[in-house]
């Protein structure tokens, strides 16, 4: 339980930077902005809510724009200078990039239940990843205490893209490796994965053997740790 609540703290993060960066006014007062950063943080873990109590599309795509609906009508009761649509949108994207693609990128997630049960992954980050999480404190900081500090925002957002990219293109160039290194034997499956020493690690399983081991995120130095038959 404890460990779910430190890993829903990105979903929290980015949700909170989002919800700042385009809902908040100059003007606006501290309790304001607290009373926002509050509210997003119940919406950008609505989805986590709905599974708990038993409902398993929470994170399902076509779901998103109508939470984002919801909190949008709710919220409009408590700040009316926000046009519902606006906040439709900003509470939709803070579910899906603040929850749903976080989760992607993560541990997985069903993106079109009940349609298809299959959960779909693309594992770039653990989402225990200390440093991830002291960089979004800090930014939600900047963004919350200094008036001008939009452009801080956008400049910590675009800093997140920047590593999922290199994240991303690390990770299909370590695939692509290994699928060359044992394609001769009959490749079934690579998987790969972030691990504790902001690397990767690996599993390759064959028709004969199942081989696991780490990388290095610029993939120069794969190394072998076990190689047992299947």
């Known amino acids: 339980m404890l460990l779910h609540l ?9 949700g909170a930077i989002i919800a700042l960066l385009i809902l908040v006014n100059s003007n606006d007062s501290f309790k304001e902005k607290l009373f926002l950063v509050v509210f997003t943080c119940f919406v950008v873990i609505s989805p986590d809510i709905l599974k708990i109590m038993g409902i398993l599309f929470g994170h399902s795509l076509w779901l998103a724009p109508i939470l984002g609906l919801t909190f949008a009508l709710l919220y409009s009761i408590k700040n009316k200078n926000i046009k519902i649509t606006k906040s439709w949108f900003v509470f939709t994207l803070v579910i899906l990039f603040g929850h749903i693609f976080i989760d992607y990128i993560g541990n997985g997630v069903r993106l079109f ?3 298809v049960r299959e959960e779909f992954e693309f594992s770039l980050i653990m989402k225990l990843n200390f440093f991830i999480i002291l960089f979004l404190v800090l930014s939600l900081v900047f963004v919350f205490f200094n008036k001008k500090s939009k452009s801080i925002g956008i400049a910590s957002l675009s800093v997140l893209l920047l590593l999922f990219s290199i994240l991303t293109v690390s990770k299909i160039h370590l695939e692509h490796s290994l699928n060359e290194e044992y394609k001769s034997e009959g490749i079934n499956m690579v998987i790969t994965y972030p691990n504790d020493n902001f690397g990767w690690g690996f599993q390759v399983r064959t ?6 081991g780490e990388s290095s995120i610029n993939t120069t130095n794969i190394q072998v740790q076990t190689k047992r038959e299947n």
């Open 6 to 14: 430190f890993a829903s703290f990105p979903h929290l993060l980015i």
């Open 113 to 115: 239940y009940p349609f």
């Open 207 to 212: 028709e004969k053997t199942i081989i696991t």
